[in-house]
């Protein structure tokens, strides 16, 4: 049976009777690193800070490991989170911070403070005091922090906001050497899609409080690619021939009169055929979605929708 990180029903979080996380029922396997998107204000902070028990929901549950959040206070344990602002003492060197935590937690191992310092490229910072480090360092002595008890999920919101691209990619191939070497299940959140689809390997689109769509990174790679727009009168008629001709499998019938296909296949040739079989062809034209695009499509679009339903 499949292990999920985190399991939630109906988990809602209202302020003030407003909900800023809607009953939100969520999956995320074990060892994914899921990537939560949404504009600001969204609710993906306050979905984090509930599946690191820094909160209590107003309604719903959840899991954790298959065990209920709420109930198992030494779950807590598993989790490790950095939500808003790292929670550094400026005044104190890495090492101090580290230290200062870990006696906290009833933790004592130095060698271990280290090689957590050294994974998150933070060792060699020595006497340097956390108020003089870039906000990339902060951020990765953030990550180091979080790491201090051995957690099997961590919850990271926003690491990478407002860090320069060197800073990123420090952060990217931390996370990724965390996912794949230490097994850790990450859950990072962004309103960059792009910034995040070069980490994460699943998705959940978040708008007012809802997921409002959850997908693998395949699936949005391939929703993200180009296409071809074919508009005819008979898109179904152009779907069959498309299929026992071209051998295509991946397209998809718009409406009546439009049919999207996904893979790489010879237009001339595909006119051709289509006019041949007397398939009128009005338009065929070529289509790159960008993720930027997708994401914007997600929320944008339904956007548009409602308020000129309004
Ligand atoms: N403690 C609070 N009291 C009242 N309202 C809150 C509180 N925390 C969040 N909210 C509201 O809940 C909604 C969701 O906020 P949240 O911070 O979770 O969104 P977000 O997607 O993380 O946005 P951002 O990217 O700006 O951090 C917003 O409308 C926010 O104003």
């Known amino acids: 049976m499949k292990t999920y990180a985190v399991e939630t029903a ?19 396997p074990q060892g994914e690193i899921f990537g939560l ?7 993906k902070s306050t979905l984090m800070k509930l599946l690191a028990g820094m ?50 937690m009833g933790l004592h191992d130095e060698r271990e403070l280290q090689r957590l ?15 003089a480090f870039s906000l990339g360092m902060k951020q990765r002595l953030g990550i180091a922090l979080t790491l201090i008890n051995d957690p099997d999920l961590l919850i990271l919101d926003e690491p990478t906001n407002g860090i320069d691209p060197r800073g990123f990619e420090a ?16 859950i990072i959140s962004s309103h960059i899609l792009e910034e ?19 997908l693998s990174s395949q699936e949005l790679e391939e929703k993200s690619q180009e296409y071809l727009l074919l508009r005819t009168p008979d898109a179904a008629g152009a779907a069959v021939l498309l299929e026992e001709r071209f051998a295509v499998r991946s397209y ?26 007397d398939i009128p ?20 679009g339904e956007r548009d929708v409602e308020s000129a339903a309004q």
């Open 37 to 43: 998107v949404g504009e600001n204000g969204a609710g």
């Open 55 to 104: 909160m209590q929901p107003s309604e719903g549950s959840f899991r954790l490991f298959g065990k209920e959040g709420k109930e198992d206070a030494f779950l807590y344990h598993r989790v490790g989170a950095l939500i808003e602002q790292p929670g550094l003492i400026p005044s104190l060197t890495a090492m101090e911070n580290m230290k200062t935590k870990a006696l906290a």
């Open 252 to 277: 998809r019938i718009v409406s009546a009169s439009e049919l999207q296909i996904n893979e790489r296949v010879d237009s001339a040739a595909l006119i051709a055929a289509l006019v041949k079989a």
């Open 281 to 300: 062809v009005w338009e065929c034209t070529l289509h790159h979605q960008s993720l930027e695009q997708y994401f914007f499509a997600k929320n944008g």
């Open 171 to 186: 952060i990217r191939s931390l996370l990724l050497r965390l996912n794949r070497e230490e097994g850790k299940t990450i």
């Open 196 to 214: 995040l689809s070069k980490i994460a390997t699943s998705y959940g689109f978040m708008r007012k409080g809802r997921i409002i769509e959850q």
């Open 117 to 131: 310092l050294a994974l998150c490229d933070i060792d060699k910072s020595g006497r340097k005091k956390v108020r």
């Open 10 to 28: 109906g988990l809602t979080k209202r302020f003030r009777s407003i909900p800023a996380v809607d009953a939100i029922d969520l999956k995320i």
